[in-house]
């Protein structure tokens, strides 16, 4: 069995935004918003004024067609 991490490089836009910024996952989003004593979230969220995020990454497998492809996704 071949194992390949696929942690590093993966691209993160906010929804609102087609600019994208690369990082390694594990990452927290959220991190990038401001705080706001106003924020929708209150309390609940650290008082962070959250916006939708999205993570996207391309990769090439190299297989024959008898091969079985796992992905096994933790901590999502």
Do not use: C, H
Not at 14 to 21: P, Q, R, T, Y
Not at 32 to 47: E, F, I, M, P, Q
Not at 52 to 63: A, H, I, Q, R
Request: hydrophobic share 35%; charged share 35%; proline share 1%.
């Amino acid at each position: 069995m071949k194992i390949i991490s696929l942690n590093e490089s993966w691209n993160l836009r906010s929804l609102n935004d087609e600019k994208s910024i690369t990082v390694d996952v594990p990452f927290d989003a959220m991190q990038l918003d401001s705080r706001s004593a106003n924020a929708d979230t209150g309390k609940n969220a650290g008082w962070i004024d959250a916006k939708d995020y999205e993570y996207t990454k391309s990769f090439d497998l190299d297989f024959k067609e008898d091969d079985a492809i796992y992905i096994d996704f933790e901590g999502i």
